[in-house]
């Protein structure tokens, strides 16, 4: 009894659903702008990385590198409270979007690159003596299968990167464990914890059973 | 066939790796519709002397001529065009695994060519039934044996209507059984009048469909003539020697 009036007291449930619901719509919203802004960045600068200009490469490299060391949370609290004092402040949202996405498409460039790497000569040399240009084999032939072979990894690293959505509560964005963990102060009850527990499973399993259709619809064997 | 003009012509063709010289003096003819055969040990030099024919390889110097065009100092932004007029089939087929067999006849034909999609699509259909693959166009390159992914990169190449077709050893990874499908496709196309340059071991497919071999060795051509004189009559030290060696390991 203790424990269900604890975890899932009906009164609190009822006094906080319409907010946890809004703040799940919050938590899509930037983990959808995250995945399209990381994942298509990423693919980019791994073409470009593929025209192997040392300047650029040096610049993407270092910039992967950065992204990939750096706890994402630094990043969200140097853009949200050092920013303003030199006349650029950003809100929370745009902040959280920012700083997920390069990360993530500091991420997605790596796993790109190494599929890239990963194509067999041969499929470059057959795209082009078959008269494609350096850049129809790239688009057409190589990362196509770079794509396949980076999405296991992928999947994996945006799940790990969505769910970082959660920083948001640090600099106050409305996603679900931000107005969970105010809703809990404010009733004094663990209740709406369990709600945004239950919250991110609506979100985040769906997420994962469409990431094993992805892996199985874009496999095949070599 | 010496009043065909010269198709492919290799004229003082040197390639150097570095230090290391590949290609020493290469002069090779190959008028239309022959077919000529390159034999050689390996390290002799016949894969790049291919790859120098669609520029894959950069030569050191020398001249080759593609159907009377001087390829050798096109510049790059024209070597796409120029590739399309050579066809290469490569000993390990490479056929783009993630399209079906119908999408890899056809994608060079739309997107270096410049053919509509159901052109294309018409025309790929077409070399695959010559190929005996039509069956097969939805297949991926996985789903087949090594010899009908090797006809179906014939098909692939030859849809693009080039003028020569280079062949690098293209039955070498082939599980004996399956090497007559794709000579078969290679007596074909040479039916059809293709001007090839085939570097291979067949001997029995080159006595067969041969107008010419070449003997190469130490990146230099040392020996050429009509498959009987070559076969039947060598006359340098090296060829004999090459001859009994893979004589030896043909009739085990
Ligand atoms: N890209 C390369 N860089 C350096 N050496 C090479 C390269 N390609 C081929 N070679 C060398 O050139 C020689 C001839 O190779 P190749 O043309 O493949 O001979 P073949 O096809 O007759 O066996 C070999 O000694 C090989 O090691
Ligand atoms: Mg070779």
Known sequence: MRFLETFFNPAVIGQYLPDIIAAMWVTIYLAVATVLTGVLLGAGLACIRAANLKSVNFCIIVFADVMRALPPLVLILILYFGMPSVGLSLSAEVVIWLVLSSVLTAFAEEIFWGGLTAVPAGQWEAGRATGHSKFQTLIYIALPQAVRMGIPPLVNRILATTKLTALGSVIGVKEILSVASSAQSFSGSATPLTMAAIAYMIIFIPAVIASHWVERRFSYKM | ?252
């Open chain 2, 1 to 252: 066939m010496s009043q065909h003009r010269a198709m492919l012509e290799i004229h003082a063709l040197e390639k150097r790796f570095g230090q290391t010289e590949v290609l020493k003096n290469i002069d090779l003819k190959v008028r239309e519709g022959e077919l000529v055969f390159v034999i050689g040990p390996s390290g002799s030099g016949k894969s790049t002397m291919l790859r120098c024919c669609n520029r894959l390889e950069e030569p050191t110097s020398g001249a080759i001529m593609i159907d009377g065009a001087r390829i050798t100092d096109i510049p790059r932004r024209d070597l796409d065009k120029m590739r399309l007029k050579v066809g290469m089939v490569f000993q390990g087929f490479h056929l783009y695994p993630h399209m079906t067999v119908l999408k890899n006849v056809m994608l060079a034909q739309v997107k270096a060519l410049g053919r509509s999609k159901a052109e294309a699509e018409a025309r790929a259909l077409d070399m695959l039934d010559q190929v005996g693959l039509k069956h097969k166009a939805d297949a991926r390159p996985s789903e087949l044996s090594g010899g009908q992914q090797q006809r179906v990169a014939i098909a692939r190449a030859v849809a693009l209507d080039p003028k020569v077709m280079l062949f690098d050893e293209p039955t070498s990874a082939l599980d004996p059984e399956l090497v007559g499908s794709v000579l078969n496709v290679m007596k074909d196309l040479r039916q059809k009048g293709m001007t090839m340059l085939v570097v291979s071991h067949e001997m029995a497919f080159a006595r067969e469909a041969a107008d010419r071999v070449v003997f190469m060795d130490g990146g230099y051509v040392v020996e050429q003539g009509p498959p009987e004189e070559v076969f039947g009559n060598p006359k340098s030290e090296r060829l004999k020697a090459f001859l009994s060696r893979v004589s030896g390991t043909a009739a085990a």
